[in-house]
């Protein structure tokens, strides 16, 4: 699990890509302090697992399913990239849980900047923005983040200079896709909702045949 309070922006050292995945080095520095083979380490907001690592590379390998759902098949040599090791169960819960796995990418339609703000509105399909709420939480590359305006088409966040300069979100801009993961919360009740519903109308039993049955 992760917090999307992301700890320095790394950058891709090299892309191995196979027939429908890929192998990634990555280039750190704080995230070294204490990994090892086999952490869960995400990569602006893709969990992804440590399969080696030397000095301060890590390299990870990314799933067939992971390039589909996510926009790290957009990255190049040389891109930067937000980084998080999972949060330590001792660790301050910052931001908001985040679990790494992605439910589909976002476009940035609209930057503005508002004082020493800077708003992103970004459009992303209506199987994402039925769990974007006003003031709910959403993370942006792994970051994160409060929704300050919503439609139906697109929802809009405010940054602060500090976000901006310690995330990559300061080298995004207007046609870029970014990856976005909903509020966990949101859709495990919309799950149990639904079911619900579903189950009450699958069931055949009516008063009719309680009745029947001697109940």
């Known amino acids: 699990m992760f917090t999307g309070i992301i700890e320095e922006v790394g950058k891709v050292v090299s892309i191995k890509k196979g027939a429908k995945s890929s192998i990634l080095t990555i280039q750190g520095r704080k995230i070294f302090e204490d990994l090892k083979i086999g952490d869960s380490v995400a990569v602006n907001g893709v969990c992804l697992t440590v399969t080696s690592f030397s000095k301060n590379i890590f390299i990870a390998?990314?799933?067939?399913?992971?390039l589909i759902r996510?926009?790290?098949g957009d990255l190049s040599d040389g891109s930067l990239v937000n980084l998080e090791r999972a949060m330590a169960a001792n660790g301050r819960f910052g931001g908001h849980i985040v679990s790494g796995h992605i439910?589909?990418?976002g476009r940035i339609i609209k930057v503005q900047r508002d004082d020493n703000a800077v708003w992103y509105t970004i459009t992303t399909s209506d199987n994402l923005m039925k769990y974007i709420v006003e003031k709910g939480s959403i993370?942006?590359?792994g970051i994160s983040l409060t929704v300050a305006?919503?439609?139906c088409k697109s929802f809009s966040v405010s940054i602060i200079p500090h976000t901006a300069k310690e995330t990559v979100l300061s080298h995004r801009s207007v046609g870029d896709n970014v990856n976005l993961e909903n509020d966990i919360i949101g859709k495990y009740v919309d799950k149990l909702i639904n079911l619900g519903d579903k189950k009450k109308i699958?069931?055949?039993i009516t008063k009719e045949f309680l009745m029947k049955n001697g109940y």
């Open 61 to 66: 390998d990314v799933m067939n399913e992971t």
């Open 70 to 72: 996510s926009s790290l």
């Open 103 to 105: 439910d589909g990418t």
């Open 139 to 141: 993370a942006i590359d």
């Open 149 to 151: 305006k919503v439609d």
């Open 202 to 204: 699958e069931s055949n």
